[in-house]
């Protein structure tokens, strides 16, 4: 490159606002890539070594420009651009090719699948830095047009907001005429359907679950809400949702309550309605008549300090009537915030055909769910600590991790959502490599050899490959945290990467986000649990060694929010907590 002056930064952009992501190169050669541009002032750089990374790290870096340096011979330029284009997030930002040749087929193809330019290397620095600001400043004043537009849909969403709000009150004021009620019905049942599609692109069970009884809740204006799952000839108390209990928490989250069963019998209202499959509408608990062959119980009214007054109690069945579980839909409350005497016959309506609804959603989650627990419990024939409950208090500790992680950066809404789909599914799925390792090594007391050592660390790749195909994100996610999850921040860890003919570690954040929050998952729970080499760590300790490792094993960041949400994941820790020594330890 000619050594020519920097380029001024510029005037109208706030410094650092570009954003500028390399991808591929090689790291000596974008380490100088990126100081050339660094240098011209104004400019954040972040490299991405692996092309195959290039989508999770746009994603997480939200860069203005994205840059394909193929220098680096083994750079699939088609299948990267072809990746960024299928993403929503980023394939609105541009994508600026660099070569070492002109190569015309392959500069065609390219502009074909979506690049915004090509540069060919050698190239002035001048001219480097002004193409760069280019593309980057079109893209940074799109982005400007766009939150004038979305400022714009949000004050036209606040007052359709507003305007239903009144509407809300007036119909309720006005004698409710049988037109009046056929259309607020008609509104509520669209409303229903467009839940139902979003139920269904949810993959993760106990995200789902959480959804379902939100919605529930929203769709009849419920104070608070419980949801039983059939698990044998019992009920398992599993999801509860409680507005009145979250107001009083520092978080203003709905605090855990541990999980219990109930024996399917008519003498409790959830037994009762699992039973007979029929709903019950209670306008007084504490008021149930005599003759009624089931009981309230309060004491978990007494143990949380609530007063539960009506309830609409209803069933799940998947669609050849066998019974999913019973949900429980509590205090119904008006639109001003205060209580509603009971339930309208419109609310049981609505909840009859959302319960429907709902059903069908769980029956397929549970079958992608009953997949990946095969898949687990094969892994635990050959290792006894990969159990049904380690993987999902990995899954939750994962998910608290970057709820956090995301509250911080102001990310929510469905991409949000999706994500953390994402993560609690893969993070379930992180060790299932260790089908491919020998049972004699996985279940030796003791300490490994070095060889033996070695033949562990296969499982990661053994992982990753069993989603190869990687057909969609899901799969993606799954292949990233099993191959990588055992990475180091210091670039200490396994699998590595080969380098000029030398393999090393990933380091920082070349390992994507996902593996480095199930990495520090994983690690709390083994310390905290017990292993056939060793006893349960006591937590103190534990806190100890992660705090020691900032830095070194893990993220800072995630090391800080393990930290900060400590009790969300003692809840996790508690819900999901092995059972007495002696007995199973998987969640079947």
Same mark, same amino acid.
């Given at each position: +490159?000619? !050594?020519?002056?920097?380029?001024?930064?510029?005037?109208?952009?706030?410094?650092?606002?570009?954003?500028?992501?390399?991808?591929?190169?090689?790291?000596? &050669? *974008?380490?100088?890539?990126?100081? /050339?541009?660094?240098?011209?002032?104004?400019?954040?750089?972040?490299?991405?070594?692996?092309?195959?990374?290039?989508?999770?790290?746009? +994603?997480?870096?939200?860069?203005?420009? /994205?840059?394909?340096?193929?220098?680096?011979? #083994?750079? !699939?330029?088609?299948?990267?651009?072809?990746?960024?284009?299928?993403?929503?997030?980023? &394939?609105? =930002?541009?994508?600026?090719?660099?070569?070492?040749?002109?190569?015309?087929?392959?500069?065609?193809?390219?502009?074909?699948?979506? #690049?915004?330019?090509?540069? =060919?290397?050698? =190239?002035?620095?001048?001219?480097? $830095?002004?193409?760069?600001?280019?593309?980057?400043?079109?893209?940074?004043?799109?982005?400007?047009?766009?939150?004038?537009?979305?400022?714009?849909?949000?004050?036209?969403?606040?007052?359709?907001?507003?305007?239903?709000?009144?509407?809300?009150?007036?119909?309720?004021?006005?004698?409710? &005429?049988?037109?009046?009620?056929?259309?607020? @019905?008609?509104?509520?049942?669209?409303?229903?359907?467009?839940?139902?599609?979003?139920?269904?692109?949810?993959?993760?069970?106990?995200?789902?679950?959480?959804?379902?009884?939100?919605?529930?809740?929203?769709?009849?204006? *419920?104070?608070?809400?419980?949801?039983?799952?059939?698990?044998?000839?019992?009920?398992?108390?599993?999801?509860?949702?409680?507005?009145?209990?979250?107001?009083?928490?520092?978080?203003?989250?709905?605090?855990?309550?541990?999980?219990?069963?109930?024996?399917?019998?008519?003498?409790?209202?959830?037994?009762?309605?699992?039973?007979?499959?029929?709903?019950?509408?209670?306008?007084?608990?504490?008021?149930?008549?005599?003759?009624?062959?089931?009981?309230?119980?309060?004491?978990?009214?007494?143990?949380?300090?609530?007063?539960?007054?009506?309830?609409?109690? $209803?069933?799940?069945?998947?669609?050849?009537?066998?019974?999913?579980?019973? +949900?429980?839909?509590?205090?119904?409350?008006?639109?001003?915030?205060?209580?509603?005497?009971?339930?309208?016959?419109? !609310?049981?309506?609505?909840?009859?055909?959302?319960?429907?609804?709902?059903?069908?959603?769980?029956?397929?989650?549970?079958?992608?769910?009953? *997949? +990946?627990?095969?898949?687990?419990?094969?892994?635990? /024939?050959?290792?006894?600590?990969?159990?049904?409950?380690?993987?999902?208090? =990995?899954?939750?500790?994962?998910?608290?991790?970057?709820?956090? @992680?995301?509250?911080?950066?102001?990310?929510?809404?469905?991409?949000? %959502?999706?994500?953390?789909?994402?993560?609690?599914?893969?993070?379930?799925?992180?060790?299932?490599?260790?089908?491919?390792?020998?049972?004699?090594?996985?279940?030796?007391?003791?300490?490994?050899?070095?060889? %033996?050592?070695?033949?562990?660390?296969?499982?990661?790749? /053994?992982?990753?490959?069993?989603?190869?195909?990687?057909?969609?994100?899901?799969? %993606?996610?799954?292949?990233?945290?099993?191959?990588?999850?055992?990475?180091?921040?210091?670039?200490?860890?396994?699998?590595?990467?080969?380098?000029?003919?030398?393999?090393?570690?990933?380091?920082?954040?070349?390992?994507?986000?996902? &593996?480095?929050?199930?990495?520090?998952?994983?690690?709390?729970?083994?310390?905290?649990?017990?292993?056939?080499?060793?006893?349960?760590?006591?937590?103190?300790? $534990?806190?100890?060694?992660?705090?020691?490792?900032?830095?070194?094993?893990?993220?800072? %960041?995630?090391?800080?929010?393990?930290?900060?949400?400590? !009790?969300?994941?003692?809840?996790?820790?508690?819900?999901?907590?092995?059972?007495?020594?002696?007995?199973?330890?998987?969640?079947?």
């Amino acid at each position: +490159m000619t !050594d020519l002056p920097s380029t001024p930064p510029l005037e109208s952009v706030p410094r650092d606002e570009h954003e500028l992501l390399i991808v591929g190169g090689g790291y000596t &050669a *974008t380490r100088a890539l990126s100081e /050339i541009i660094a240098a011209s002032g104004g400019v954040s750089v972040q490299h991405c070594l692996r092309a195959g990374d290039a989508v999770d790290e746009a +994603m997480r870096i939200c860069p203005t420009l /994205i840059v394909l340096d193929l220098r680096e011979p #083994a750079f !699939d330029l088609i299948t990267t651009l072809d990746a960024l284009a299928g993403s929503e997030e980023v &394939a609105a =930002v541009p994508v600026v090719v660099l070569a070492s040749a002109m190569t015309p087929d392959l500069r065609e193809a390219a502009f074909v699948h979506g #690049a915004t330019d090509w540069i =060919v290397y050698p =190239v002035s620095r001048a001219e480097l $830095v002004a193409r760069v600001r280019i593309h980057s400043t079109s893209y940074l004043n799109l982005l400007r047009r766009n939150r004038t537009a979305t400022a714009n849909d949000t004050l036209q969403g606040e007052l359709r907001a507003a305007n239903r709000s009144i509407e809300q009150h007036r119909l309720q004021l006005i004698e409710r &005429a049988g037109e009046q009620l056929n259309l607020e @019905w008609d509104m509520r049942l669209r409303g229903l359907l467009q839940v139902g599609i979003e139920l269904n692109q949810i993959h993760d069970f106990q995200t789902l679950m959480d959804r379902i009884l939100s919605e529930a809740r929203a769709l009849v204006h *419920t104070e608070s809400g419980t949801v039983f799952l059939r698990e044998g000839d019992s009920l398992r108390f599993t999801f509860f949702q409680n507005e009145a209990l979250a107001q009083r928490t520092d978080t203003g989250e709905t605090p855990q309550v541990s999980s219990f069963r109930l024996p399917i019998t008519d003498r409790s209202l959830a037994g009762w309605v699992c039973l007979t499959g029929q709903y019950l509408h209670i306008p007084d608990c504490y008021q149930i008549a005599p003759l009624a062959p089931y009981r309230f119980d309060s004491s978990f009214d007494q143990v949380v300090g609530y007063r539960t007054r009506a309830m609409l109690a $209803v069933p799940l069945k998947s669609q050849s009537g066998h019974m999913l579980g019973v +949900m429980e839909l509590i205090n119904p409350i008006g639109i001003d915030g205060g209580p509603r005497a009971t339930f309208s016959e419109q !609310d049981i309506r609505l909840v009859e055909h959302f319960a429907k609804v709902a059903s069908v959603a769980i029956e397929r989650a549970r079958l992608t769910e009953s *997949t +990946m627990l095969r898949m687990i419990r094969m892994a635990e /024939i050959r290792d006894p600590t990969e159990t049904g409950r380690h993987v999902a208090r =990995v899954a939750g500790y994962s998910a608290v991790i970057f709820e956090e @992680w995301a509250r911080r950066r102001g990310l929510e809404g469905p991409s949000f %959502e999706r994500q953390r789909d994402r993560l609690r599914t893969a993070a379930k799925l992180h060790d299932v490599g260790k089908i491919g390792v020998s049972d004699s090594i996985l279940k030796k007391e003791g300490r490994l050899d070095p060889p %033996e050592y070695e033949e562990v660390k296969k499982h990661a790749q /053994i992982g990753a490959d069993l989603f190869g195909e990687a057909p969609n994100e899901f799969d %993606e996610a799954a292949r990233e945290v099993a191959l990588l999850h055992h990475e180091k921040w210091n670039g200490e860890g396994y699998p590595g990467i080969e380098e000029g003919g030398v393999r090393r570690g990933r380091r920082g954040e070349e390992i994507p986000l996902f &593996a480095r929050i199930v990495g520090i998952a994983d690690v709390f729970d083994a310390l905290s649990s017990h292993r056939s080499y060793k006893e349960a760590w006591p937590e103190q300790r $534990v806190l100890e060694l992660i705090q020691s490792e900032s830095g070194q094993h893990f993220d800072p %960041e995630l090391v800080d929010i393990l930290f900060a949400r400590l !009790d969300s994941i003692r809840s996790v820790r508690d819900r999901l907590a092995d059972p007495p020594r002696g007995q199973a330890g998987s969640m079947r």
